[in-house]
């Protein structure tokens, strides 16, 4: 019988995992100084961000203030505030966000600026450690209204990538959506836009696997907002067509002139985070920001495996995967594998000179293959040897084919 050489590459990765880079505000409880009719504390962390109705506010009163417990301390990298979108009046001025363990005064993370109303505004707070995120403002009798209060453990990701676009329009470059801007004076000085074309994406690169949880996108403040609102946002590991195969976190809808939306991915892992829009149109984002965790520091082991086969290895590619998925992780708590390339059918060659690569996955004499009782599969067990792990995975095949052959280290 003619045999066909299989050629295929696996790649396993041993992860690490990292702090969350959840919006921590979702898991805390909130009081305020006082409260204006029904805007209670906790509107400010209901996911809220443009809905004036549904924003805390304190009444008019000196030094008003709105407290979050996060339960437990944190290191606290940002906090985001979304203002009140209306002409309340005295809601407007300065205030200060404070992050500690105390209930009397904490160090000062920011000071907020008298914000435009309905923005939304990121503040770094380097690693600030606390439990207690306190918005406070002194002076006058005023009132203190907060649309949305977000905390992150984690950074924005987005700000340590690479970024490209399908094409740029005059200066609004694909860099200007992760600069940290969300609006200015001038749109072409911190807003990305492609040009009009069909499907136009634009692609951010984090340089590493994260598993990410939260994008947030920024419309650009002065017209088009249709230019923003319909995308899909993708996130995975794949290049192909240039990452716009990769799965699907949401598509952006909802925002208006200038506003900023948060989206939920749930945990989706990945290291590409595209946008695109289906049609010929413009793509247009003033901001860009990733939420999620490191998977931390990886191992690596690519495997070559050749296999000896009188069937369709490459039909059988995800059963192969899963089984040896299944007995590596009774070993390794935290453990992908995932092929880098899929098999393909190549003519029988001549045997490499194994002596090239060391062996990492060797096959005892062929056992006897033991034939079920509806005479359709076979199952062979096999020993893989990978330094420090010794597994024995059982692979079941169709009665026709034989997996059964050499691995090499590459």
């Not at 702090?19 to 906790?42: D, M, P």
């Not at 996060?70 to 505030?81: E, K, P």
Request: aromatic fraction near 8%.
């Amino acid at each position: 019988m003619d045999k066909l050489i299989h050629l295929i590459l696996l790649s396993c990765l041993v992860c690490i995992p990292a702090s969350s880079g959840e919006n921590l505000a979702l898991k805390g409880t909130v009081t305020q100084s006082s409260t204006y009719l029904t805007h209670g504390a906790q509107y400010a962390i209901d996911g809220e961000r443009y809905r004036d109705e549904f924003c805390s506010t304190t009444a008019k009163e000196n030094n008003p203030w709105w407290m979050l417990d996060l339960l437990n301390v944190y290191n606290i990298s940002r906090v985001i505030i979304t203002a009140h979108g209306s002409s309340l009046e005295e809601t407007s001025g300065a205030a200060e966000i404070r992050i500690g363990n105390s209930l009397i005064k904490n160090p000062t993370c920011a000071v907020i600026a008298d914000p435009l109303p309905g923005n939304t505004v990121s503040y770094s707070c380097h690693g600030m450690e606390g439990r207690y995120v306190n918005v406070l403002r002194s002076g006058p009798p005023s009132h203190l209204s907060l649309c949305e209060v977000e905390v992150y453990e984690t950074d924005n990701l987005a700000s340590k990538g690479t970024v490209t676009q399908s094409s740029t329009y005059l200066t609004r470059v694909a860099q200007h959506a992760v600069d940290g801007v969300r609006d200015g004076q001038d749109i072409g000085t911190y807003c990305s836009s492609t040009s009009l074309e069909s499907v136009p994406w634009w692609r951010l690169d984090l340089l590493d696997v994260y598993e990410i949880n939260t994008v947030i996108i920024s419309a650009r403040p002065d017209c088009c907002v249709v230019q923003t609102n319909g995308a899909e946002i993708l996130i995975g590991n794949s290049l192909e067509n240039n990452g716009n195969n990769n799965p699907i976190c949401a598509v952006t809808s909802g925002l208006l002139l200038g506003h900023t939306i948060s989206y939920s991915c749930g945990v989706m892992e990945g290291r590409y985070v595209n946008l695109f829009i289906p049609g010929s149109i413009v793509l247009s984002l003033c901001e860009v920001e990733v939420y999620g965790k490191f998977l931390g520091q990886r191992t690596k082991t690519f495997l070559r495996l050749k296999f000896s086969s009188s069937g369709d290895v490459a039909a059988e590619s995800d059963d192969i995967l899963h089984q040896l998925q299944s007995a590596l992780a009774s070993h390794i708590s935290v453990l992908k594998v995932s092929w880098t390339q899929h098999p393909k059918k190549e003519e029988e060659k001549e045997e490499e000179d194994t002596r090239k690569y060391p062996t990492v996955m060797c096959c005892q004499d062929r056992p006897r293959p033991h034939l079920d009782s509806n005479n359709m599969t076979l199952s062979y067990y096999i020993n893989i040897k990978i330094p420090q792990w010794r597994v024995n995975v059982k692979i079941i095949t169709c009665e026709t084919t034989e997996y059964m052959y050499k691995t090499s280290y590459l």
